[in-house]
């Protein structure tokens, strides 16, 4: 079996990992390297080399989006890391494991990454609910503190870093990264026009990394064993491991560290054990509520950005939402669509007024008053809302994934609601 | 402190010496007093459970903003309570896994259990009822809090038991 660096703390009964044992498993040694003798350009380029993308969602490559951060010294002044603890997609549920058991590991990677673009304030922007994890995170702060990993003159080097805790007042949109900058700064978490990038102009104006925990969970590995031992890690395309989760009617939901490019059949069969006794598959959406369904002719795909994306939809947190044949597909869809309506921030009309709009459409469906012209109404609106570019950020395209897709693959079951005046499957819960 | 306080609007002085010193703790580390805000408001909300009015009005002066601005702030995010809640906050998560897992059952049987519906607080204080959005462990779905305690994998069975006693348990 292959290495899992992620989860290596991670114990059975799922408690957290304190320092003494962080570092009796080689912990700090990425950051004890990196101080002894690496410079932030030497750190970029590994990062850069090791081909790590952003696991929050947009895969967007690491190394690059950090080089994005001036590191001349024209403008002085602070420059953040943030990290993006936020975890409010439905179905989504990878980062709890990692806060929770090794709160360590996310420190590190947080310090390094910071290094790196030369910050000296970092800020783990946490959601409400993740009190356990909130605790952990600040008790792990003082720990690394009063081993000078953190704070003034780490390690001896001359770098210094603060790093703050901030716990969210719950809002989905707050994980956009500009939302989060908003909210950061004490505002409504109103998306910001790009560009400026935050990269440029972010918290306060300033330069600012935004990076998912998972993302810089890998980042001490990364430092530690180098590009060549990360790619390696992965069985295709993409580098190293990623947490994979599965809920829904499955026989064994959860969530694991595997390879990129394991196959979901693999992560479906093997982990998640097939689906519970008495149910068939339908469809799933492979990485959290704002991604389009794929069905059992996808099964042997592997888990990577590129396959997931030729298959018309997205990896995106790598945790899979899963539809079984007893689950009415309008219902599950018009659960997700009343989520993103109640958690649209209001600031554009498409998605402000849209997708209250298709929410009241498919109850309709549901509740059996659906017309027939309805299904062309929601062809309509995916069209209009789910370009990208017609809203201010990507919620409302998101929140059309699905929808989207449920029309394509299950539309025979809209026509029945619609023909029947009733939902077919009333009773199944 | 004290120095401060004095140049401060009077209203300010509703808020507790405690409430003061957090507030003053997280403002320290940012760059304009209004930039705590969200901190702010959950700090008092941790000590009255809710944001009164005049707690609102009180904390903006503090901050050195607009009542109105905290106020839009406040109602934005879906945690900060502008209404009184009771002593224990029951979320239920109604997201799409636990939806699946039959999440409108639970639901239903706290609200028969405690003869309120969502978004009502019960006669004696003691229980608010409302809805949350995906609590990141759908695997153990259906998922619900009690206070600062996550239940997982809920059954209706197990309603009267958790809400007597919390029995069962995870930290949040
Ligand atoms: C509506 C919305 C919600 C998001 N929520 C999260 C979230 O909870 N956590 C997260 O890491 N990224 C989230 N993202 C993605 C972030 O905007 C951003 O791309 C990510 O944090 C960047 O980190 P990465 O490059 O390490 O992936 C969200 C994006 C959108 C549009
Ligand atoms: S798409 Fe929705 S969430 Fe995004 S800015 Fe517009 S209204 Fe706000
Ligand atoms: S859907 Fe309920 S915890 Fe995620």
Sequence with gaps: ?429 | MSEQLHSLDATALHLSDAELAEIDAEIAHAPYRSAVAIDALKIVQSHRRWVSDESLEALAAYLEMPAAELEGIATFYNLIFRQPVGENVILVCNSVSCWIKGCEGIRAAISRQLGIEPGQTTADGRFTLLPITCLGACDKAPVMMVGEHKFEDVTVERIPAILEHGEGATPG
């Design chain 1, 1 to 429: 079996m292959s290495e899992l660096p992620l989860t290596r703390n991670v114990r059975p009964d799922l408690s957290p990992t304190g320092i003494k044992a962080y570092e009796a498993n080689g912990g700090y040694q990425g950051l004890r390297r990196a101080m002894a003798g690496l410079s932030p350009a030497d750190c970029l380029q590994v990062v850069k080399d090791s081909k790590l993308r952003g696991r929050g969602g947009a895969g967007f490559p690491t190394g690059m989006k950090w080089s994005f951060v001036p590191m001349d010294n024209v403008s002085p002044g602070h420059k953040y890391l943030i990290c993006n603890a936020d975890e409010m997609e439905p179905g989504t549920f990878k980062d709890r494991l990692l806060l929770e058991c090794d709160p360590h590991q996310l420190i590190e990677g947080m310090i390094l990454a910071a290094y790196t673009i030369g910050a000296d304030v970092a800020y783990i922007f946490i959601r409400a609910e993740y009190l356990k994890a909130a605790r952990l995170l600040r008790e792990a702060i003082e720990e690394a503190k009063a081993k000078h990993y953190l704070g003034r003159d780490i390690l001896g080097s001359g770098y210094s870093l603060a790093m703050y805790v901030h716990a969210s007042a719950g809002r989905y949109i707050c994980g956009e990264e500009t939302a989060l900058i908003s909210s950061l700064e004490g505002k409504r978490a109103n998306p910001r026009a790009k560009p400026p990038f935050p990269q440029v102009s972010g918290l306060w104006g300033r330069p600012t990394i935004v990076n998912n925990v998972e993302t810089l969970c890998n980042i001490p590995h990364i430092i530690e064993r180098g590009p060549e031992w990360f790619g390696s890690l992965g069985l295709g395309e993409d580098a190293g491991t990623k947490l994979f989760g599965v809920s829904g009617r499955v026989s064994n939901p959860g969530c694991w560290e595997m390879p990129m490019g394991t196959t979901i059949r693999e992560i479906l069969e093997d982990k998640a054990g097939g689906m519970a006794a008495g149910y068939q598959l339908r469809g799933f959406l492979p990485g959290g509520g704002s991604t389009d369904f794929l069905v059992e002719e996808h099964l042997d795909l592997p888990m990577e950005y590129e396959s997931i994306g030729k298959a018309g939809s997205r990896m995106g947190t790598g945790t899979m939402i899963v539809l079984d044949d007893q689950t009415c597909p309008v219902g599950f869809v018009k659960n997700l669509i009343e989520f993103f309506a109640q958690e649209s921030c209001g600031f554009c009309t498409p998605c402000r007024d849209g997708l209250p709009w298709n929410a009241q459409v498919l109850d309709d469906i549901e509740q059996g008053r659906g017309k027939p012209e309805d299904l062309d109404t929601l062809e309509q609106h995916v069209g209009y809302i789910g370009a990208i570019g017609n809203t201010h950020c990507a919620l409302a395209p998101g929140a059309m994934e699905p929808l989207q897709s449920a029309l394509k693959y299950f539309r025979e079951d809209f026509q029945r609601h619609i023909d029947d005046g009733a939902c077919p499957y009333r009773g199944a819960h």
